[in-house]
């Protein structure tokens, strides 16, 4: 399985940044969450959103007001629009792959959510 | 909403046990994934749930969780094992996941 990001370049603050993923090697109808996360240079990683095959999704609070995921299953593909992009989301995208479990433990039963494939990561800068 | 803490960094001699450590209210309710993240690489998935390794991953990486702490550790650290270390779980309050701040592991 592998993901491809893509992206047109450079953004202008107050502009929107788009970005499409490719997946290869697997369908994005099968039971997996199709995920971007960024990284502003010398940060930590940030989750930004998700996205089922059937259109649900789920969005970092943080971001939820200026972030749209979309998926394109004709093309295997989902995206990304940020909105009202300033220098502060200048940022490395990476889409990946999630995945969830769930174990019985200690008379509890526990979830957990995994990425597992990850693309490369693109780079993004807002700048004028 | 639920906030994972890490220890900025972490030092380890080489081929010795290293454990990196993840706290939050999250962690009660779900275990953690945790990823490994090389200099100008994208992360990669070391070590998820309670007991699984993806393929590849070397068995020195192990997890482990008890009540709001999940811990990585690495049995017999090896040089390739410079990085940064992000735990990951999900958010008590609402569909969405969150990530710890991240530990830079060092190799002495």
């Known amino acids: 399985v592998q993901l491809q990001e893509s992206g047109p370049g450079p953004v202008k603050p107050s502009g929107t940044l788009s970005l499409n993923c490719a997946v290869s090697?697997?369908?994005?109808?099968?039971?997996?969450?199709w995920t971007w996360v960024r990284q502003s240079p010398g940060k930590g990683l940030e989750w930004i959103g998700e996205?089922?095959?059937?259109?649900?999704?789920n969005y970092n609070p943080a971001l939820k007001t200026r972030v749209t995921i979309s998926v394109d299953k004709s093309k295997n593909q989902f995206s990304l629009k940020l909105s009202s992009v300033t220098a502060a989301d200048t940022a490395v995208f990476y889409c990946?792959?999630?995945?969830?479990?769930?174990?019985?433990?200690?008379?509890?039963?526990?979830?957990?959510?995994?990425?597992?494939?990850w693309g490369k990561g693109t780079t993004v800068t807002v700048s004028s | 909403s639920s906030e994972l803490t890490q220890d900025p960094t972490v030092s380890v001699a080489l081929g010795q046990t290293v454990k990196i450590t993840c706290q939050g209210d999250s962690l009660r309710t779900y275990y953690a994934s945790w990823y490994q993240q090389r200099p100008r690489q994208a992360p990669t998935l070391v070590f998820y749930?309670?007991?699984n390794r993806p393929s590849g991953i070397p068995d020195r990486f192990s997890g482990s969780n008890s009540g709001s702490t999940a811990s990585l550790t690495i049995t017999g650290t090896q040089a390739e094992d410079e990085a940064d270390y992000y735990c990951q779980s999900r958010d008590i309050s609402g569909n969405h996941l969150i990530f710890g701040g991240g530990t830079k592991l060092t190799v002495l």
């Open positions: 090697g697997d369908s994005i109808d099968n039971r997996y969450w």
């Open positions: 996205i089922y095959h059937d259109g649900t999704t």
């Open positions: 749930g309670k007991i």
């Open positions: 990946a792959r999630r995945g969830s479990n769930g174990v019985s433990s200690g008379g509890g039963y526990y979830y957990y959510y995994y990425m597992d494939v």
